[in-house]
């Protein structure tokens, strides 16, 4: 009988990096995505890294709560990496990135140079820095979008190039949290713009709430775009649910009211 070979750090580290990428009805084997890191893995087949994601879900809190069980078998080496990422989002999105673009025969620099451009007037820990913020704000972006189905939360509407990956909490307000996906909603760049400045929110009950002025304005574009939503539900993300302490922080200090 064939010994399974362990799976090794690294290769959790790109499953996990899969796994906040991609929506989750797409974890099984035959998902192009599956099978593309399948391919660069080469010791691992579809069927290997479909599991490793059940794995995943397994130890994640949202699908927890939902009922869903996954697999269990690979639970005690997955739930470390569940841990660490918990603990450090930023080192560790940066590190499965950098993992990634290794076993893609390329460098972080070239994967994401017009992410980075301008970046290579820097020099040491200041160009570092500037580089892992950059790459993790794109991670961040791919994480909202698999987790909202690339759809905008207001409106359903899919086309990228107009959709924002944006934060609850502002990212200069909140170290901690700004690769946190429970920070992250995905907006059009109308109502992305409309959030940031406080003319609409949304509650714990997760319903849009626009303010009292733009309710009472006559204007038909405000009437249309703006107050013709408030009370209605945003569209519910795969997993990662807005984080109910992070809305009620932004009606507090950010709303119009």
């Not at 993992?99 to 980075?116: D, F, G, M, N």
């Not at 007037?121 to 698999?146: C, H, S």
């Amino acid at each position: 009988m064939v010994k399974r070979k362990l799976w090794s750090r690294e290769e959790l580290i790109l499953a996990f990096n899969l796994y906040l990428k991609i929506p989750f009805g797409k974890i099984h084997h035959t998902a192009k995505e599956v099978i593309e890191l399948s391919d660069l893995m080469k010791d691992r087949n579809p069927n290997a890294v479909s599991m490793r994601l059940s794995n995943f879900a397994s130890v994640d809190p949202y699908h927890q709560k939902r009922g869903v069980v996954g697999l269990k078998g690979g639970i005690k080496q997955v739930q470390p990496i569940w841990d660490e990422f918990n603990n450090n989002k930023e080192e560790l999105i940066f590190e499965s990135e950098r993992i990634l673009a290794e076993i893609q025969q390329t460098s972080i620099e070239k994967k994401y140079e017009k992410v980075l451009k301008g970046t290579d007037i820097l020099e040491g820990k200041t160009k570092l820095r500037e580089v892992k913020t950059r790459v993790n704000q794109d991670v961040f972006r791919q994480i909202v979008l698999a987790n909202y189905n690339n759809k905008c939360a207001f409106t359903g509407f899919n086309n990228p190039d107009f959709l924002i990956a944006s934060h609850i909490i502002p990212w200069s307000k909140d170290k901690e949290n700004r690769l946190n996906p429970q920070n992250g909603l995905l907006l059009n760049n109308l109502h992305d713009k409309a959030f940031e400045n406080g003319y609409l929110a949304i509650n714990k009950n997760f319903q849009i709430v626009i303010c009292s002025d733009f309710r009472k304005s006559d204007d038909k574009f405000i009437q249309n775009y703006f107050a013709s939503f408030h009370k209605k539900e945003i569209r519910r993300p795969e997993r990662f649910l807005p984080n109910i302490q992070f809305l009620e922080k932004h009606i507090e200090e950010i709303f119009l009211g």
